[in-house]
């Protein structure tokens, strides 16, 4: 079980504090699904990082299989079993697909039809991208997911993937969404899938709303969807008041 008690975070800039994350507290019982999902700098990529450990809550903890982790690093966390897929993965220059694998699910010997499995997963065709480098050659949804593939083969306990929909065409997406049901169905691991798409948001067990730094909502998409669609007209004030203007 994941539990993030009363995380706020917030950074200094040009001597004026700025909050970031405001006190976020968030309990995931093992192989669920949860979606974050909220606005642009709604603070969901941040949380991720606390999780993870690339960013260090200012207050609060995040607790794991009811042991504090706040104070571990990242490398101690992936040793617990997280693992996280960046909204904007890095590359590798010199380094391959099949490297990349094999590194991560750990096996020296890993054959070439499970890296296959693995970027089959991702609607991607091994023969056409084993051996080359995670380079600026790749295009940015291909990055997107041979990472994403790296999770998978890595095998986490508790995945965290920030919205791995970016940039990928939509029949990769489709494939995707399948791969995330069946390891959902499998219950495998706890998947945190940051967000913005209603197939992925569908899939989810609870639904997170951050905003402002905030938890707006939770609950099934079937709960949030109609307080997200009220939002969306809420915060544009030329909307809202055309909104009015029609009744
Ligand atoms: N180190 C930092 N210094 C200053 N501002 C930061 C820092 N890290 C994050 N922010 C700000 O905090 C807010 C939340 O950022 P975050 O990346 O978590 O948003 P997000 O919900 O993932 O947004 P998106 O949907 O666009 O990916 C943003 O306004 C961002 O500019
Ligand atoms: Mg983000």
Known sequence: ??????????????????????DVSVTIPDGQLVVFTGPNGGGKT????????????????????GRDITALSITERARLGVSYGFQQ????????????????SGDERLTKDKCCAYLTQVGLCANDYLDREVDA???????????IATLLARG?????????????????FTRLTETFEELHRARSATMVIISHQERIIRL????????????????SA?????????DTL??????????AANR
Request: charged share 25%.
């Open 89 to 104: 993965p890095p590359r590798f220059k010199g380094i391959t697909v099949r490297d990349l694998l094999t590194v991560a």
């Open 156 to 172: 986490s306990k508790l995945m965290i993937f920030d919205e791995p929909e970016a940039g990928i065409d939509l029949w990769s």
């Open 1 to 22: 079980m994941l539990e993030l008690k009363h995380i706020s975070y917030a950074v200094t800039e040009g001597g004026a504090e700025q909050t970031i994350l405001n």
């Open 204 to 219: 989810a067990d609870e639904i997170v709303v951050l905003g402002g730094g905030e938890v707006r909502y939770r609950g």
């Open 46 to 65: 941040t949380l991720a990082k606390v999780i993870m450990g690339l960013v260090t809550p200012t207050s609060g903890q995040v607790v794991y299989n």
């Open 137 to 147: 050659s790749l295009s940015g949804g291909e990055v997107k997911r041979i990472e």
């Open 222 to 230: 079937d709960e949030v969807f109609p307080l997200i669609m009220q």
């Open 234 to 243: 809420g915060s544009c004030p030329v909307l809202t008041r055309k909104e």
